[in-house]
Nanobody, 125 residues
Framework: VQLQASGGGLVQPGGSLRLSCKAS????????IGWFRQAPGKEREWVSS????????YYGNSVKGRFSMSRDIAKNEVYLQMNSLKPEDTAVYYC???????????????????WGQGTLVTVSS
């Protein structure tokens, strides 16, 4: 079971990026997927999650209305589209997966058993 996050980079404020989380060794559609981020010197923060059953999405208040999750089950990939990026969005972004997590635990990193390596997003002019 492996996850590989990619798509990070340097973008100007107001710009957009799309992160990808590629799953291997399991079917991503059977797992809830979460995105977390960690800025330098700060704790890991929950960003968003997608339910396995119906693809319902959930977002943290700091990204709601700007970020959106989607998935391509055929490609075994989940995406995080990030629009209207702000300098405070700068962080390493991680995707995580869990087959057993319940909705009420989506915001907790402890609910996810499988993690990708992270991809750096830098928002700066």
């Amino acid at each position: 079971v492996q996850l590989q996050a990619s798509g990070g980079g340097l973008v100007q404020p107001g710009g957009s990026l799309r992160l990808s989380c590629k799953a291997s060794g399991f079917i991503s559609g059977d797992y809830a997927i979460g995105w977390f981020r960690q800025a330098p010197g700060k704790e890991r923060e929950w960003v968003s999650s997608m339910a396995s059953s119906d693809g319902a999405t959930y977002y943290g208040n700091s990204v709601k209305g700007r970020f959106s999750m989607s998935r391509d089950i055929a490609k075994n990939e989940v995406y995080l589209q990030m629009n209207s990026l702000k300098p405070e969005d700068t962080a390493v972004y991680y995707c995580a997966a869990s087959r057993t997590i319940i909705v009420s635990s989506y915001t907790s990193e402890w609910g996810y058993q499988n993690w990708g390596q992270g991809t750096l997003v830098t928002v700066s002019s």
